[in-house]
């Protein structure tokens, strides 16, 4: 861990910061990247998830535990802050889907009924400084031959928006280290691509793919002059995301 701060820190940093305003915003199906880029691939991973048990670990809002609901998966959604899980909670009681939302940190999980068939992690682990006892208990909640797939900022091209706003091309300075990146509402922490994949392995999983997204130009196009530096995104991937197989 490359930074003082302590995956307390980062979550009460995370109750703190999250705005009901922001939770509403994206309560349907997330922000414009997320629809854009990252929840057609965490659905094309997953497969047909009817009837399956899944782990949406470190769900925030409850969005995407809704959306997989929606497609007739039995979901359990974990989330540390309070505000987010009473957020999600609330929307469960709105629209009885059925999903269990459990306040829980991911390295201190309580007894969540069962193996799983999936667990989906999506933007989370790069948020967690302390990461590696968060990845761990999603991988020994599945079942021999479970699917977990986990997405986060590619850790090659973090800045990307800001960069090519600013600069008209995407610039680095730091790669190998491990370091923390201010965030607007909260911190994320920079380690290299080989980090994840390593500690994948070491848990015994088996890598299935390995998706890089780049946004449609037509999105891209119809979102400008909108957005600006939106561009970035169909020539650089700004998200990682791995699907890997439990031994079975
Ligand atoms: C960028 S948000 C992503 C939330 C959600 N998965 C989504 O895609 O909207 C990062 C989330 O990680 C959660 N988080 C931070 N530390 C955590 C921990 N130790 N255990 C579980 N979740 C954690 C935060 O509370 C926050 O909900």
Not at 90 to 106: H, N, P
Request: glycine share 8%; net charge negative.
């Amino acid at each position: 861990m490359a930074s003082s701060w302590t995956n307390n820190d980062a979550i009460r940093q995370w109750n703190i910061s999250t705005t009901r305003k922001a939770m509403e915003a994206s309560a349907k199906d997330g922000d414009f990247a997320k629809r854009h880029l990252v929840n057609p691939v965490l659905l094309r991973l997953l497969g047909d998830v009817r009837g399956l048990r899944v782990l949406d670990a470190g769900c925030g809002n409850g969005y995407f535990s809704r959306m997989l609901a929606e497609y007739g998966a039995q979901v359990v959604g974990v989330e540390p802050t309070e505000v987010m899980s009473a957020f999600a909670r609330e929307k469960e009681t709105e629209s009885r889907q059925g999903v269990t939302y459990v306040q829980a940190d991911l390295t201190r999980l309580p007894d969540l009924g069962g193996l799983f068939d999936a667990a989906v992690c999506s933007m989370v682990l790069m948020a967690i400084p302390d990461w590696k006892p968060a990845m761990r208990p999603c991988v020994q909640a599945l079942r021999p031959g479970g699917l977990f797939v986990f997405a986060v900022v590619h850790p090659a091209f973090e800045q990307l928006w800001g960069s090519r706003r600013e600069h008209g091309e995407y610039r680095t300075r730091r790669y190998l280290a491990e370091y923390e990146i201010v965030g607007p509402s909260a911190s994320d922490f920079h380690r290299p691509i080989s980090a994840y994949l390593n500690e994948l392995v070491s848990l015994g999983c088996r890598l299935r793919e390995f998706a890089e997204p780049g946004l449609d130009p037509a999105v891209a196009a119809a979102a400008q002059p909108g957005i600006a530096g939106i561009d970035g995104y169909v020539h650089l991937p700004n998200f990682l995301i791995v699907s890997a197989e439990v031994a079975s």
